[in-house]
């Protein structure tokens, strides 16, 4: 999973559980600990939260 996190463009592309990497452009909503993609429902752990959330500030201005 690692190489293909390193493969995979920063800008676009985040890692937010040990087996997720979402693609950011097609969050549709965030909910506590969970990215709603579409139908799916995907976790974000606690290893990976802080940067997620980081990145949601940032996003939002």
Request: charged share 25%.
């Amino acid at each position: 999973m690692k190489n293909m996190e390193d493969l995979l463009c920063q800008d676009n592309f985040m890692r937010i559980h040990r087996s997720t990497i979402l693609n950011l452009d097609h969050i549709d909503a965030v909910s506590k600990n969970t990215v709603h993609v579409g139908e799916h429902r995907l976790p974000v752990s606690d290893l990976y939260k802080e940067a997620f959330m980081d990145f949601l500030t940032k996003w939002m201005g």
